[in-house]
């Protein structure tokens, strides 16, 4: 079986660094998938993701001059989208613009009212004391 660029096959993990995870491929070819083929999330030890011995389906990315060749398994993975991904708790509704800017001024009236009625009061009722004049 020749190993394409796009091409599918199963391996198994030979080899895990700090930088991705050596792949034995039907032929006795070694390929690498880097860690940021690993997994549609964020990697930060690809032993959290794979160990020796497993087997693998991985996508071939890349073949090179010198026959090194890049893998994937996240190119083999479901695509992550708002439909498939658990909805976050805790999280509010969303809001229209319109209804923020309503509240924000309804708030900002009120504020405005108690700030006048607390400097109006420090005065001494100064507006009343026009009147009398």
Avoid: C, W
Wanted: aromatic residues 4%; charged residues 35%; positive net charge.
């Amino acid at each position: 079986m020749s190993i394409e660029i796009g091409s599918v096959v199963e391996g198994v993990v030979t080899g895990i660094t700090n930088f991705g995870a050596f792949v034995e491929l039907p032929g006795g070819k070694v390929g690498l998938v880097h860690i940021s083929e690993v997994a549609d999330v964020y990697v930060r030890d690809v032993k959290d993701f794979l160990k020796e011995q497993d087997k693998v389906k991985v996508k071939v990315l890349s073949i090179d001059d010198r026959g090194k060749i890049g893998l994937s398994i996240k190119q083999l993975q479901a695509p992550r989208t708002p439909a498939n991904e658990p909805r976050r708790q805790g999280r509010p509704n969303t809001v229209s613009f319109e209804d923020k800017l309503n509240k924000f001024l309804k708030d900002s009236d009120e504020r405005l009212m108690d700030l006048r009625r607390n400097t109006e009061s420090k005065r001494g009722g100064r507006g009343s004391a026009r009147k009398a004049e």
